[in-house]
Structure formats: C-alpha cells, structure tokens
C-alpha cells in the first residue's frame, strides 16, 4: 500500500515519507508537497529508490489463425 506520510517536529520542521513507492515514483508523488511548502532543506533517499517498479506483463499466445 502506498501513502504519504508528513512528521511536523517540534520545531516546526517537516519530514515527508513517500512509504511503499520505489525508482523516482516517490520524487513524483511528493513534489506537489515540496513545492508548496517551499523550500527543501535536504533529501534523503531511502534503499527502495534503487529498487526497479515491478511491472508485471503477461502474454497470450491464439491458437487461432487461418492454417491451410
């Protein structure tokens, strides 16, 4: 399941989460919030970005076809 999760410290600093994304899909779903909270002051990138997005694909071969 993925899901954003936004610590708010004591101090006022933010932490922004993207928990269950993997490859640059979490850059993407947090940029809406970075840019409208402005400023970054560092990113970090946890063991999951390296990881690729599992795609899953599957093909079917017809029997089909005009055999003559």
Request: hydrophobic share 30%.
């Amino acid at each position: 399941m993925r899901r954003i999760d936004i610590d708010i410290g004591p101090d006022g600093d933010l932490a922004i989460d993207a928990v269950g994304f993997s490859g640059p899909d979490c850059e993407e779903a947090t940029k809406f919030l970075e840019e409208a909270l402005g400023e970054t002051a560092s990113r970090g990138r946890k063991p999951e970005y390296r990881q690729r997005a599992r795609v899953q694909s599957r093909q079917s071969l017809g029997r089909g076809g005009n055999r003559s």
